[in-house]
Structures are given as structure tokens and as C-alpha cells.
T-cell receptor
């Protein structure tokens, strides 16, 4: 079992839909990252969370430390949101532990 | 400071040639990481530095790979005698050593070995 599990692996939705991507982890962490990667592109850090909720534009990230679960939400999705979204956790060492990513396609 | 910079963005090289990539981290970040990402896969850890000290190397980093961070600022990753299997995106990231490890990633260097 991977230490960081994401679901779904693939998600296709229509423009305007509310999107939720989930991340569960099995290790103790000091922070959780949500990252975005467009096809052929580099990785962009969206959020770093250690508790509660953060919002940036149409993106919202929440984390429940007790349940070891985080969600990334996209409101009013747009085709430019199409990308791979990656959950990665920082356990206090030097490495991020990566989820497998969720490939999101938003159709116009 | 415009974030983590990587150079070049793209590199095409013939098999057997040597290549060198550069990463300029955020100036106040004392940790620097190199990752490799092949198509359709998540990033794989290669190595990391705290200041100028290389503290960990993945077993993925064969003898053909060497990384340096001579003054604790920019870092170079060299691949000698490139092989087609080295074709990948090479990502650099930096962070502060203290705290919860807020990483900033560079845009990556895409290497194609032909």
C-alpha cells in the first residue's frame, strides 16, 4: 500500500463543474502539499497545509490531520485547469512522499 | 527573487555525450533537491543538499551522475555518457531547512537523448 493515495486517478468533467480530488496518507506528517503539473511542464506548488483550510482564487484545500485526509476543490472549473494534480506529504525528513497524481480534464 | 530557475529548459543530446544542468534556488533557501520525472510517472528523488553539503543520494543516481553545490547557492547536475534511458524531466526544488518544508520547484530541464 502506498503511503500517499490519491483518488480518483483520472477525472473528466464539464466546464463549470465543482471538482474534488482526495488524498489520504498513512504516515505522520508536518505538512501536505498540493501541486499542479501541466502536460510537459514543471511542477507548481498550489498549497502547503498543516491544518485547516486554505483558499486561493477558485482553489480550496482542506486537511483533516486526525483522519489523515486532504481534499483539493476547484470551483467553476475551466479547461485551463486541466492538469495533473499531485498530493505530496512532508514527514519531517528531507523528502516529499508523492501521491500518484490525478489527471484532470475539463471539457469546454 | 523570481523563484527557482533551471537552465536550460530543453536539451537534446546524442547518446554518449555529457550534459550539465544548472539550478538557481531561492536565495534564502538552504536546501536544494534534484528530482527526475519520466513520462507518466511521479518525480523520483535523486539527491539533496543542505548548503554545500550533499547529504543524501538516491541509488537511482548512478556513477554517471554527479551533483554539486559548491558555494551553497546554485547547483549543477552532470550526466556523463548519456543513455537513452536518461531522457526525462530533471526538476530542481529548494526549501528552508527549518519548518514544514515549503518547497518551490523550478520549471525543469527536459533532456532528450537521441
Amino acid at each position: 500500500k502506498n503511503e500517499v493515495e490519491q483518488s480518483p486517478q483520472n477525472l473528466t468533467a464539464q466546464e463549470g463543474e465543482f471538482i474534488t480530488i482526495n488524498c489520504s496518507y498513512s504516515v505522520g506528517i508536518s505538512a501536505l502539499h498540493w501541486l499542479q503539473q501541466h502536460p510537459g511542464g514543471g511542477i507548481v506548488s498550489l498549497f502547503m497545509l498543516s491544518s485547516g483550510k486554505k483558499k486561493h482564487g477558485r482553489l480550496i484545500a482542506t486537511i483533516n490531520i486526525q483522519e489523515k485526509h486532504s481534499s483539493l476543490h476547484i470551483t467553476a472549473s475551466h479547461p485551463r485547469d486541466s492538469a495533473v494534480y499531485i498530493c505530496a506529504v512532508f514527514g519531517g525528513g528531507y523528502q516529499l512522499i508523492w501521491g500518484a497524481g490525478t489527471k484532470l480534464i475539463i471539457k469546454p | 527573487d523570481t523563484g527557482v530557475s533551471q537552465d536550460p529548459r530543453h536539451k537534446i543530446t546524442k547518446r554518449g555525450q555529457n550534459v550539465t544542468f544548472r539550478c538557481d534556488p531561492i536565495s534564502e533557501h538552504n536546501r536544494l533537491y534534484w528530482y527526475r520525472q519520466t513520462l507518466g510517472q511521479g518525480p523520483e528523488f535523486l539527491t539533496y543538499f543542505q548548503n554545500e553539503a550533499q547529504l543524501e543520494k538516491s541509488r537511482l543516481l548512478s556513477d554517471r551522475f554527479s551533483a554539486e553545490r559548491p558555494k551553497g547557492s546554485f547547483s549543477t547536475l552532470e550526466i556523463q555518457r548519456t543513455e537513452q534511458g536518461d531522457s526525462a524531466m530533471y526538476l530542481c526544488a529548494s526549501s528552508l531547512a527549518q519548518g514544514a518544508g515549503g518547497y518551490t520547484f523550478g520549471s525543469g530541464t527536459r533532456l532528450t537523448v537521441v
